[in-house]
């Protein structure tokens, strides 16, 4: 059975009277992506803290690496990255990444390797001062690297970043995760994160509200799925008398129906034949499902 890069069992974490978090349980496996999503104050940064062992939890257990979080072999195997890394400008990126080798007893002479890994080789001997946002965020990704770690914990990581950049960027994680190393990261990106994770897991006032692949949580929410069919010139009001309930906006019908009717829907809608030029179907978003799960929890 495979173990658990990180391992969660009902956590709580108290901050006088107000409950930051309350019996969330949780599994990370190596090389899962896990996406990380709840409003501000919902326990994310709490979580992440816990698991860096930076602050303590009140009650459950958490394990890093089957290390207690903060301990010397639960630090050797995890990397953090903030939402807003900071490095001295005057420093190129490779006295930098030299510099974190040190201070993590590698060898310094990989520096330039972990910089070719995150795209930086060629900007290697320029200051950092010099260095766009999305460079300065690969900086960090590299550093993060140093030691090979089992997990990254990454917060808001693509923040600032242009959309290149952001593709660039969750690219290096596929490459990572296809490694074995698992990420667990924290997002207000939702469509980033909709088709670049493996599991979404929800926290809303501290609950852990919802956890689940995209179409596991599509299910689990069950909210309409909206359905655009454009008609063939001179056919839209047969369409309309056809689909009752659709509104015709620009030439195409707007309807939505319960994820249990889309496939007598969808058969309707094939028995028009010609009539119909296109069809476009849209699932809910993880827009959706957030605000769903949010809106469920009251908040």
């Known amino acids: 059975m495979m173990t658990s890069t990180l391992k969660i069992s009902a956590l709580t974490k108290r901050f006088g009277d107000v409950a930051a978090l309350s019996d969330v349980s949780l599994a990370i496996q190596p090389g899962e992506r896990?996406?990380?999503?709840?409003?501000?104050?919902?326990?994310?940064?709490?979580?992440?803290?816990?698991?860096l062992g930076l602050i303590p939890a009140t009650s459950g257990?958490?394990?890093?690496?089957?290390?207690?979080?903060?301990?010397?072999?639960?630090?050797?195997?995890?990397?953090?990255?903030?939402e807003n890394a900071a490095f001295h400008p005057a420093l190129?990126?490779?006295?930098?990444?030299r510099h974190?080798?040190?201070?993590?007893?590698?060898?310094?002479?990989?520096?330039?390797?972990?910089?070719?890994?995150?795209?930086l080789g060629a900007a290697a001997r320029r200051r950092i001062g010099t260095y766009s946002k999305g460079m300065r965020q690969r900086v960090?990704?590299?550093?993060?690297?140093?030691?090979?770690p089992r997990l990254l914990v990454l917060d808001e990581p693509t923040s600032g970043l242009d959309p290149v950049s952001?593709?660039?960027?969750?690219?290096?994680?596929?490459?990572?995760?296809?490694?074995?190393?698992?990420?667990?990261l924290s997002s207000h990106a939702l469509t980033e994160v909709e088709a670049?994770?493996?599991r979404i897991v929800i926290l809303s006032g501290g609950h852990l509200v919802a956890e689940g692949s995209l179409p596991a949580l599509r299910r689990l929410a069950d909210l309409p799925v909206a359905l655009h069919v454009t008609a063939r010139n001179g056919y839209a009001p047969a369409l309309m008398d056809a689909l009752p309930g659709a509104i015709l906006v620009g030439g195409a019908l707007h309807m939505a129906c319960p994820q249990s009717e889309k496939l007598a829907l969808l058969g309707r809608?094939?028995?028009?034949g010609d009539k119909v030029a296109d069809l476009e179907v849209l699932p809910p978003s993880l827009e959706d499902i957030y605000s769903h799960f949010s809106r469920r929890d009251g908040q």
């Open 166 to 184: 952001r593709r660039d960027f969750y690219a290096l994680l596929d490459q990572f995760a296809a490694r074995g190393t698992a990420i667990l």
């Open 92 to 97: 190129t990126g490779l006295e930098q990444l």
């Open 34 to 51: 896990v996406a990380l999503l709840g409003h501000n104050g919902a326990g994310k940064s709490t979580m992440m803290k816990i698991i």
């Open 196 to 198: 670049r994770t493996d």
């Open 61 to 82: 257990r958490v394990e890093v690496c089957g290390a207690m979080p903060g301990s010397a072999t639960a630090r050797a195997q995890v990397a953090y990255l903030p």
């Open 269 to 272: 809608i094939a028995g028009l």
């Open 100 to 119: 974190y080798l040190s201070l993590r007893s590698e060898d310094p002479g990989q520096a330039q390797q972990l910089l070719d890994q995150v795209g």
């Open 140 to 148: 960090g990704l590299a550093q993060a690297l140093i030691g090979a």
